[in-house]
């Protein structure tokens, strides 16, 4: 059987490198999705990520989201968060003069550069902001083995 040691990097890489041409292009052009052969406008909450030495911390803006309309799924090297603005209809005949706020569903994921432990993942929602506190698998520290008699 052949050699199969360097396929999980290759496979990470290609994910990575997809990723990366999606943010590029989404970035480029507007965060447009084609459905059905129309072109739609996305809203994608601005995300803020963060590395420390135990754990990465996402900051993802998302004001006027209520909790129940958040999901958030972690393996041990990526995060996804995905959920829905609401738009609030508060007049039956609206009559826009300008609407900026983005609305609608939105998904985004994240590929790690290292393990994480999936289980340990927290978060809050406060003040339209969620905090996603996601803890690295801690290394292995070596240890000193006695030789038995």
Not at 27 to 42: C, H, I, K, L, S
Not at 84 to 93: N, S
Not at 104 to 132: N, S
């Amino acid at each position: 059987m052949g050699d199969r040691s360097g396929t999980g990097d290759v496979i990470r890489e290609a994910i990575a490198t997809g990723e990366q041409m999606s943010r590029m292009l989404d970035d480029a052009f507007g965060f447009g999705v084609q459905r059905g052969g129309q072109w739609t406008e996305v809203w994608r909450p601005p995300v803020d990520l963060v590395e420390t030495a135990q754990e990465f911390v996402f900051r993802v803006e998302l004001p006027g989201i209520d909790k129940s309309d958040v999901e958030i799924e972690a393996d041990q090297r990526s995060l996804a968060i995905r959920g829905e603005k609401r738009q609030t209809r508060e007049v039956d005949q609206q009559r826009f003069h300008r609407m900026e706020c983005g609305y609608g569903r939105f998904e985004r994921r994240f590929g790690l550069p290292v393990d994480v432990d999936p289980d340990g993942v927290e978060a809050k929602l406060e003040d339209g902001v969620l905090v996603i506190r996601v803890p690295k698998v801690s290394t292995l520290s070596s240890r000193r083995v006695e030789i038995q008699d």
